[in-house]
């Protein structure tokens, strides 16, 4: 049970800025892995592994601008999760998910991959749904 003493304050909550921070790391990189993917298979798509007879088969092109503009997406919301800014969750949130569907059809090309991402993914839309509100200072 936290209580406030003074100038100091403590919540049992408190471990969770710890999560946070490590979420809006884990969006920087989930970004960053996604912008290079994205590059990768718009200009190398031989590169990457095809599978056959894959239900959900796009042109890997068309996968790279999508891993490209995702991992932009995520890179500025995990910059700005680090302020706490509350466009900067709801875009994480909304950002992991469309993550997570995204590597769930990329799993014939890079299954463990994807299943990594997608584990990330999912720590970080609770990190941010957990996360308390910014408090302000007492007068």
Not at 37 to 56: F, P, Q, S
Not at 70 to 99: D, Y
Not at 117 to 123: H, Q, S
Request: glycine share 10%; aromatic share 12%; hydrophobic share 60%.
């Amino acid at each position: 049970m936290g209580h406030a003493h003074g100038g100091g304050h403590h919540t049992s909550s408190g471990w969770r800025s710890g999560w946070v921070i490590f979420a809006a790391v884990m969006l920087l990189f989930n970004g960053a892995m996604s912008i290079l993917e994205g590059i990768t298979a718009i200009l190398k798509d031989d590169v990457i592994v095809v599978t056959r007879n894959y239900a959900y088969a796009f042109d890997l092109t068309t996968w790279g601008w999508l891993h490209l503009a995702l991992g932009i997406v995520l890179v500025l919301a995990g910059a700005a999760l680090f302020n706490g800014a509350l466009w900067a969750r709801v875009v994480a949130v909304i950002g992991a998910g469309v993550s997570m569907v995204l590597q769930f059809l990329w799993l014939p090309h890079y299954p463990l991959w994807a299943l990594v991402v997608i584990a990330l993914d999912i720590f970080v839309i609770w990190a941010v749904c957990t996360m308390d509100r910014p408090r302000t200072a007492p007068r």
